[in-house]
């Protein structure tokens, strides 16, 4: 073997294993983990739907409320247990939350719900004015709300996304809670995917928000101050 064969050879045992050490540490290397897709509830597509949905008058051509009607704190939305974060729940059997793995909310559903709720209930055009705290402004009526649930199901075909909500509406006088009612509505999903939990989530909502604009317009009118005279109260739970 003549010396420029030995370097041929030497160089392409060089070249292989260097090849190989590239390959091995490529093999090594964790795989790019793909970024969450985050997803909303729909505050625009929400405000369109009570307006469209309103039985009597939209909120466009409404009414103001009457000077004599109660003003209305709203709190901020709580959530039970399992539903106070940014996942996406799904449910397979009774008991068992899970998540999807790469969707997220882009916050928490009791912060998102928020202002909608005061949108929707502004458009009702029940109440002298809707504020949300924290503010300085008193109000006549307290509304206090929790997200029961905000889940998934796969129980069935098509799958279907299903939100509770609890409404509690007390009388800042008295402390007196007047009315409280447990919303529940089901929407079926078009896809059976995060995405399309999103889409049945948003149209659940809607429908929630017109039951509680509802719920809460009645409670304003039987309202009345607070002036020696009992006001007419109604107490319920769905």
Same mark, same amino acid.
């Given at each position: 073997?003549n ?6 050879r030497?160089?392409?045992a060089a ?6 050490l590239l390959?091995?540490c490529s093999a090594?290397?964790?795989k790019?983990?793909?970024p969450?897709? +985050?997803f909303?509830l729909?505050?625009? /597509?929400?405000r @369109?739907?009570?307006s469209?949905?309103?039985?009597a ?11 004599? /009607? ?12 399992g539903f106070?974060?940014q996942r996406?729940?799904y449910? @397979?059997?009774?008991h068992?939350l899970?998540? +999807?793995a ?10 998102m719900l928020?202002p909608l709720?005061v949108?929707?209930l502004?458009?009702?055009?029940? +109440?002298?004015a809707v504020v949300a705290?924290?503010?300085? /402004?008193?109000?006549?009526?307290r ?5 029961l @649930?905000l889940q998934?199901?796969?129980?069935g075909?098509p799958?279907?996304?299903?939100l509770?909500?609890r409404?509690?509406l007390?009388?800042?006088a ?6 409280q009612?447990d +919303?529940?509505?089901l ?11 999103v889409?049945a989530?948003?149209h659940?909502t ?5 039951q509680?604009?509802?719920f ?12 020696g ?7 319920? @739970?769905?």
């Open positions: 073997m010396h420029s064969t030995l370097l041929r030497l160089a392409l070249a292989a294993t260097a090849l190989a390959t091995g090594l290397r964790p790019p983990v793909a969450p897709a +985050f909303a729909d505050g625009a /597509a929400t @369109r739907a009570v469209a949905a309103s039985s008058t939209t909120a466009s051509t409404a009414p103001p409320a009457s000077p004599a /009607a109660p003003t209305l704190v709203v709190n901020p939305p709580q959530a039970a247990a106070d974060s996406i729940i449910v @397979r059997q009774a068992q899970e998540y +999807f790469n969707s997220e909310w882009v916050d928490t559903p009791a912060r928020a709720i949108a929707a502004n458009q009702g055009r029940s +109440f002298r705290t924290p503010s300085a /402004a008193a109000g006549d009526l509304l206090d709300t929790e997200i @649930r998934h199901e796969f129980g075909s799958s279907r996304v299903r509770t909500l409404a509690t007390t009388d800042n008295t402390r007196q809670v007047l009315a009612l +919303f529940d509505a929407a079926d999903a078009p896809s059976e995917d995060a995405y399309g939990g889409v989530a948003n659940a809607r429908v929630v928000l017109q509680l604009t509802d809460c317009s009645q409670a304003a009118q039987q309202w009345q101050p607070r002036d005279t009992p006001a007419k109260r109604a107490v319920g @739970r769905l």
